[in-house]
């Protein structure tokens, strides 16, 4: 049994952005983390009280999963996070079927994006509600995310680890291929880009990601806001897919953490990268355009930034 719905697609989300599955002895618990980092935000005409949106944004949150799950479910504030703690009595067919589409690995460092997720046939919107919960937990929209020119974007993290390494580029695929988001680029936390296994960071420009949005009520009016401002703005402003293949404008240093097996995917171990889109390339992109002149028209819009952006 694999069963699939829009409010497991979301819940997928929650899981695969921030989630742990514990099981010893008689106890089975699912721990969903939400760092307060991710939760507070402001924009710069929408007015809320933020502790009131998280604490409501939580409670519709855990309502949602209470009628899926029909388990015991707390928010626990700690120091860093709120977090969702799901009690499962018994090792019921909920419990089997999280452990099944997730491959029976329990924690967030090891998931990749269930393959039920990446079939074609599967409802869109099953997919948008898997993104939306990846982003209610590790999504942010930020004034500082934006772009050289001044547009926002939405960032999507995804923590570094040594065995998720290919996970940023199936949300890439996802987002571009599945639904219909184009996707900027990814920060990646590589020691040749300058941010040595910190965390990825998907960009997505705030307009195309309102087909994806947020369920927290605050995060989603700054979300509107943002796009909104970008649409007068910048009114001929176009987004498409991330090429693949760009123009690399310098040649990366030599960095000795280019050999460390202990953060890096076995097919990183030992190369040397001088532009994101390499290292998306090693580890199973399938955006390639054929044209390598097609891709290049693209350099113009979608140029990495001259600080701290990775070209």
Known sequence: ?????????????????????????????????????????????????????????????????????EADIEIVHRQTSADLVVRFLRNNMVWRNLRLLLDDKTAYPDFHIPRVLLQPDLPRDWKVQFVRGFADVAGNIRHANRYVDGRHRVRLDVLNSRHNWALPVQLCSLLQEHIGVPVQLINWGHPNMGRAFREHQIDVFAEPFLQVGFSFRHKQKVLEEFAEQ?????????????????????????????????????????????????????????????????????????????????T
């Open 1 to 69: 049994m694999d069963y699939i719905d829009a409010d497991v697609a979301y819940l997928l989300g929650l899981i695969v952005a921030r989630g742990t599955l514990v099981e010893r002895e008689q106890v089975r618990q699912l721990i969903i983390e939400f760092p307060y980092s991710s939760l507070h935000l402001r924009g710069e005409s929408s007015e809320f009280d933020q502790e009131t949106e998280i604490s409501l944004g939580l409670h519709s949150i855990r309502s949602r999963l209470a009628d899926l799950l």
């Open 230 to 310: 970008d649409r007068q703005r910048y009114p001929n402003a176009s987004y498409r897919p991330c090429p693949a293949l760009r123009r690399i404008r310098k040649q990366k240093d030599p960095d000795p953490a280019e050999n460390d097996a202990n953060y890096l995917d076995a097919r990183l171990v030992g190369k040397h990268f001088d532009a994101y889109f390499q290292i998306c390339r090693e580890l199973g992109c399938q955006q390639l355009r054929s044209n390598t002149e097609e891709a290049e028209l693209f350099t113009d819009e979608v140029e990495a930034e001259a600080s701290g952006e990775q």
